[in-house]
């Protein structure tokens, strides 16, 4: 029997819950500056969700309020100033209104008939984000949920080349009996890299590291000898566009033109540091990437969109089509003229993040996201500064972009004495919530590695997170 009933009391439920919906959006906005990193005591104050599923429930309003409760106590405010782990960005009023919007519509772009407006959204905000990044405009793009299942694309349609070059589809036979897929890089090789190798077959340890001395910055002498011993086998060359531990760089325009002289697939993996194309400032450092094959890019860094939100561009749109075909008789043809983004990537049920990244683009165009990033590269020089001054602060590598690294060094202490206080100094910095930031490894030593991303992030929070770091840091030593 239809349940009548249950369609109402949602339908009711729904229309009440508006207002609860735009207090609890309100507070977010007025409050996401001065809420703490990571509230303290969060683990304990979670472990009263392990319970039963109940077999009715209180509604809508009351758990939602819940929520709202359980974020206060237990919720990272990783979109506010104070967090600098990994490469968080933050959210831009017209990013974060466009994606409410898309959520609110529950807006499907898998193709253009579930969403003419979403699927256009979506390729203008890649065309446009093709200029931006300054990538040859006959690219062909789509958007995922971040730049590890962007390389997954890049990479996908670089191995389906590979595979044709030794006469295969790979794709629709698959790589038995093939030899393993040269893949060449430098020690700043991400590990989302090796994942998406691992997925795709050829294995997490297929990459040859041509770095100097092992671990560092591609050493192109070691790139063009380890082409060379190919002997014009085709091979996937992977360049790395901002290293996450200091920001540094691969050399791009040597290595893809090395490369290009062989028989290989360029890949640029610019998770962030493909943003350094918008500012005269650093553009230097991705000069070449338009010769590649590939690049990929977060939108959830520095774009500052609502996460999740990545780019894969790929400069044969063909390989993509082969790559990721996907048919069926209740599905679009292959060729219907109005573009069906789930045949060229992995995912067919796709949320509109194109609504988020053209009102970005749309509402600050290019020199507002310009801004965004040199308001970025000149936090870190504070922090950079700040660091220098500190005598108990040791800064450990030149700031090429907007990663700081450096540890904590009241002196007298060995290289293991330091790398154990700096780890001690990492946990107490998670358990006091005020910043959000980690510790990782430069070389053989542990360091803090705080990386710039976010409009919100003020002088003044770099100022509080130095003078956090030395009080902690005197604390423990």
């Keep these: 029997m239809i349940d009548d009933d249950l369609g109402a009391a949602l339908r009711a439920e729904a229309a009440e819950l508006a207002p609860e919906i735009a207090e609890a959006l309100r507070e977010a906005m007025a409050t996401v500056d001065r809420r703490t990193a990571l509230p303290p005591g969060a683990e304990a104050a979670l472990r009263g ?25 237990a919720g990272a405010n990783t979109n506010g100033p104070k967090c600098f782990h990994f490469v968080i960005g933050g959210t831009t009023p017209a990013a974060l209104g466009a994606d409410l919007l898309a959520t609110i519509h ?6 253009w008939i579930t969403s003419p407006l979403g699927v256009t959204l979506e390729l203008q905000a890649l065309a ?36 044709e070059a030794l006469g295969v589809d790979v794709a ?41 001395e092992g671990g560092g910055r591609l050493d192109t ?6 082409l060379e011993r190919l002997k014009g086998a085709p091979a996937v060359v992977v360049v790395n566009a901002g290293e996450v531990n200091a920001g540094d760089f691969d050399p791009l325009a040597e290595a893809i033109e090395i490369a290009r002289r062989h028989d290989c697939w360029i890949h640029v993996d610019g998770a962030f540091g493909l943003f350094a194309r918008v500012s005269p400032r650093t553009e230097h450092l991705v000069r070449g990437a338009e010769g590649a094959d590939s690049a990929t890019v977060d939108g959830h860094k520095w774009l500052n969109v609502p996460y999740d939100c990545g780019f894969a561009f790929v400069r044969s749109h063909d390989l993509l089509v082969k790559a990721f075909r996907y048919s069926a008789d209740y599905l679009p043809a292959p060729d219907d003229p109005r573009p069906t983004l789930g045949a060229i990537g ?3 049920s796709r949320r509109a993040r194109g609504f988020a990244v053209w009102a970005a683009l749309a509402a600050y165009g290019s020199d507002g996201q310009r801004r965004l990033v040199e308001h970025n590269l000149d936090l870190a020089l504070h922090l950079a500064r700040r660091v220098d001054e500190a005598p108990e602060l040791e800064r450990l590598a030149e700031v090429q972009l907007n990663i700081v690294a450096f540890r904590f060094n009241p002196g007298g202490l060995d290289e293991t004495e330091l790398n154990e206080l700096n780890q001690r100094l990492g946990v107490a910095l998670i358990e006091d919530g005020r910043f959000l930031v980690g510790t990782s490894k430069l070389g053989a030593k542990t360091i803090f590695r705080p990386a710039f991303s976010n409009w919100r992030t003020r002088e003044e929070d770099v100022d509080e997170f130095v003078a956090v770091v030395l009080e902690l840091g005197r604390r423990l030593s």
Excluded at 221 to 226: C, N, T
């Design 346 to 348: 992995p995912e067919s």
């Design 49 to 73: 969700l392990d319970v039963p599923l109940p077999a009715s429930g209180p509604g809508s309003a009351a758990i939602l309020r819940r929520l709202r409760a359980l974020i206060e106590v």
């Design 221 to 226: 002498a070691a790139l063009r000898r380890e």
């Design 172 to 212: 629709a036979r698959g790589l038995s009996g093939l030899p393993p897929m040269p893949v060449l890089s430098s020690g700043y090789v991400h590990a989302s890299t090796r994942k998406v190798l691992a997925l795709l077959g050829c294995g997490r340890d297929a990459v040859t590291d041509c770095s100097v």
């Design 106 to 111: 529950d807006t499907l772009t898998y193709t």
């Design 128 to 163: 446009w984000l093709r200029e931006l990044l300054g990538l040859p405009r006959g690219w062909s793009g789509v958007m995922v949920t971040g730049a590890s299942m962007a390389n997954f694309v890049a990479l996908a349609a670089a191995r389906q080349w590979w595979g």
